[in-house]
Nanobody
Framework: QVQLVESGGGLVQTGGSLSLSCAAS????????VAWFRQAPGKEREFVAA???????????YYADSVKGRCTISGDNAKNMVYLQMNSLRPEDTAVYYC?????????????????WGQGTQVTVSS
């Protein structure tokens, strides 16, 4: 049974930072692509960032334009965890953030490609 558990969300002021964590059990994350998505009230779930190791130790990362330069996705293979460091947060970053995993490193932004999801962690950025 694969389980993904997100943590690290919270309330932060505009310009602040948060670090989200995704802990996995039942799946070795470095063998898969791991992504962060987010969903704001009344909006579709959207892609934020992804990381994959593709058989090598140096990870490959990919970001949505909306967070590029402000977010960094990383992984700790020993702990089987993936992180999302978010800086310069804006009110429009307010959403529930989910981590998800898939096989392969294609179609990263497609929600339907991901087979396991966490329950999400709330991020609220106040103006």
């Amino acid at each position: 049974q694969v389980q993904l558990v997100e943590s690290g969300g919270g309330l932060v002021q505009t310009g602040g930072s948060l670090s989200l964590s995704c802990a996995a059990s039942g799946r070795t994350l470095r063998s898969y692509t791991v992504a962060w998505f987010r969903q704001a009230p009344g909006k579709e779930r959207e892609f934020v960032a992804a990381i994959g190791w593709s058989g090598v130790f140096t990870p490959i990362t990919y970001y949505a334009d909306s967070v590029k330069g402000r977010c960094t996705i990383s992984g700790d293979n020993a702990k089987n965890m993936v992180y999302l460091q978010m800086n310069s947060l804006r009110p429009e970053d307010t959403a529930v953030y989910y981590c998800a995993t898939k096989r392969g490193f294609g179609n990263l932004e497609s929600k339907s490609e991901y087979d396991y999801w966490g329950q999400g962690t709330q991020v609220t950025v106040s103006s």
